[in-house]
């Protein structure tokens, strides 16, 4: 089979990879250089809608409505916009081999490419109950999401299973965003998680005590303390029940999983330098490999305003690291110097009529304000965490755009605090 080469090869067709290929184009790139190569079989697009409007019950968003860049508001980057840029949109190929001292990557049907300089973007996967050995989770009509294929099977599942029972095993992201839809197609849905509370990894008791009770206020209901051990499935495999540990079992006609992701940094292993579960980079993304970056889920980068690093799973960084590799490959070429990515942490989430938004650090002390009182005919509250005296981070549910901002300059200005109980007192003026 041919072999084909590319000045610059994205392997990973995710965000980052969209938002790459926009920025490259916009600092200039000849037709023929550049090459996205992606096993899904459609052009970037923008992720969060999976787990959102895709999944509504009437007016749902479909392709080719989201396509990136439309998430931050910019052009919405179709099929024919790669062709006219001369970027090679290569779709449904799936890279299994990588091998980085010859700068040469293998796809599943036998094709070889090589790059001159190679930008990692692969994404993250999602945890699979049955790689925890849970028995039975192999059952049909148990879905995970990550691409627009889990979608459509779980829209599918959603038509077929009308006023049927669902169960959504995690309490994360995936847990809320999704119970909130299934909810909306009118499922009779149960939420099951181990943890005490909701998203501990950033919620606070009280903020997690403001979703769950509206949660439960529109239906749905909430088992905390445990975990599914195992499911039973009918004649034609179908799940039926799932089992939990804490002894109770739990009617389902279908079951939504999400217990968490994992970076796919396996093409890499052994080849590139790894930290806390991603691929090592610079303030510039660069692997510990000359002419490699890693751009999104997979990199964990210097973040400078903490000095630390971390790796980041939100779509905000993934189309903003994408823009600065992009950025710092045409400056080093250029013998120019770029700023070292200085990053603000921003995560997001939507579901009925509720949206947050978050910035910062969670770490220290956290503090409420506000109405956090879910039968509030429009609540709105947030939290700031202070640590050493300054605030490092804020929340707010049902922020306007004006008051996000706000918000958000205090995460990233840091301001010295009086006391928790002057923040709470004074809440979101303290940021206006
Ligand atoms: P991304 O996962 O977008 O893309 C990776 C791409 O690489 C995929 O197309 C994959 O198929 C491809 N790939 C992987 N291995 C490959 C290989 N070997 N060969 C070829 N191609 C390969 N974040 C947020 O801030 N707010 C939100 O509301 C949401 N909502 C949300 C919903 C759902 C359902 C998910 C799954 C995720 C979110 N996120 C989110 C997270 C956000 O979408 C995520 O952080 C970004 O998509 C990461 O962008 P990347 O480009 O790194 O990976
Ligand atoms: P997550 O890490 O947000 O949540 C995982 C949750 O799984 C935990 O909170 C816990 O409740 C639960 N859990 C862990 N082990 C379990 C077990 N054995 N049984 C039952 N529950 C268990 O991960 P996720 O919700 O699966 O999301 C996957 C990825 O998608 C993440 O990268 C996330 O950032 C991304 N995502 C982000 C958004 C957003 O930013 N709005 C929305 C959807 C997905």
Redesign the pocket.
Known sequence: MAEKHFKYVI???????GYMAKEFAKLGVNPGELAI????GVAPYE??A???AYLFPEGAARLPGFHVCVGSGGERLLPDWYKEKGIQLIVS????KADLASKTLRSAAGETFKYDILII????TVLRLTDFGVQGADAKNIFY???VVDADQLVEAIKAQKNGKAVVVGGG??GL?LSAVLKMNNLDVTMVYPEPWCMPRLFTAEIAAFYEGYYASKGIKIVKGTVAVGFTSDANGEVKEVKLKDGRVLEADIVVVGVGGRP?TV?FKGQVEEEKGGIKTDGFFRTSVADVYA????ATFPLKLYGDTRRV??????RKSAEQAAKAIKASEEGKRIEEYDYLPY????SFDLSWQFYGDNVGDAVIFGDNNPASPKPKFGSYWVKDGKVVGAFLEGGTAEENKAVAKVARDQPQAKSLDHLSQVGLAFAL
Not at 37 to 40: A, F, L, Q, T, V
């Open positions: 392997v990973g067709g995710g965000v980052a990879a190569i992606s096993k899904e992720r969060p999976l787990s959102k190929t799936e890279i299994v973007a692969t994404g993250s999401l990550r691409e992201y995936i965003e796919l093409l751009v999104g889920d997979v799973e939100h779509v905000d960084h993934a995560f997001y989430s939507r």
